[in-house]
T-cell receptor, first 113, second 116 residues
């Protein structure tokens, strides 16, 4: 069975400082992993995905994530936060392929001016 | 960009009644649609996958007679919660894509169902 744990329900950073959103997963398959973002009153948008290719995955808006099998982690990072990054972020695990199966509970990112 | 419209955004119904939730792809033809639910304080989980013109594939533990999914056209899928009970109260969200390798998923904004 698959499961996802987002370690922080809320992260607050100052504008211009790095962002780290943590995610650990459990999967009995070789997983596909995703990060989605949801801005207020909007739908989910794919940031990036890992599907067994390069372990460092680059996404949109300067975000990237590194797949670490030994740590069963897929943390999301960004070097410098922008005010527009304030949103809810979801880590998602899947069976192989493109179908998101189980979402984490989400991490709310706040960016302080 | 591609838009998926989900309706209604909120619905309250009485126990024993049925509720239909619609998911429409507004500017593309969605060959595949997915339905998810999120119980309070739990993760969003895939319920079922539907391909246009064929029966939906349900995830383990999801009752297909309880959650009827119809994907009769390339722009519309519906989820009907039949004989709803308070334990069906949840957040339901759909997503849609075209059946092509690495095609992106587009999500609706979800439906909050409350069964009294």
């Amino acid at each position: 069975a698959q499961s996802v744990t987002q370690l922080d329900s809320h992260v607050s950073v100052s504008e211009g400082t790095p962002v780290l959103l943590r995610c650990n997963y459990s999967s009995s398959y070789s997983p596909s992993l995703f990060w989605y973002v949801q801005h207020p009153n909007k739908g989910l948008q794919l940031l990036l995905k890992y599907t067994s290719a390069a372990t460092l995955v680059k996404g949109i808006n300067g975000f990237e994530a590194e797949f670490k099998k030994s740590e069963t982690s897929f943390h999301l990072t960004k070097p410098s936060a922008h005010m527009s990054d304030a949103a809810e972020y979801f880590c998602v695990v899947s069976r192989t392929g493109n179908t998101p199966l189980v979402f984490g509970k989400g991490t709310r990112l706040s960016v302080i001016a | 960009g591609a838009v998926v419209s989900q309706h209604p955004s909120r619905v309250i119904c009485k126990s024993g009644t049925s509720v239909k939730i619609e998911c429409r792809s507004l500017d593309f033809q969605a060959t595949t649609m997915f339905w998810y639910r999120q119980f309070p304080k739990q993760s969003l989980m895939l319920m079922a996958t539907s391909n246009e013109g064929s029966k939906a594939t349900y995830e383990q533990g999801v009752e297909k007679d309880k959650f009827l999914i119809n994907h009769a056209s390339l722009t519309l899928s519906t989820l009907t919660v039949t004989s709803a009970h308070p334990e069906d109260s949840s957040f339901y969200i759909c997503s849609a894509s075209v059946r092509r390798e690495n095609s992106p998923l587009h999500f609706g904004n979800g439906t909050r169902l409350t069964v009294t």
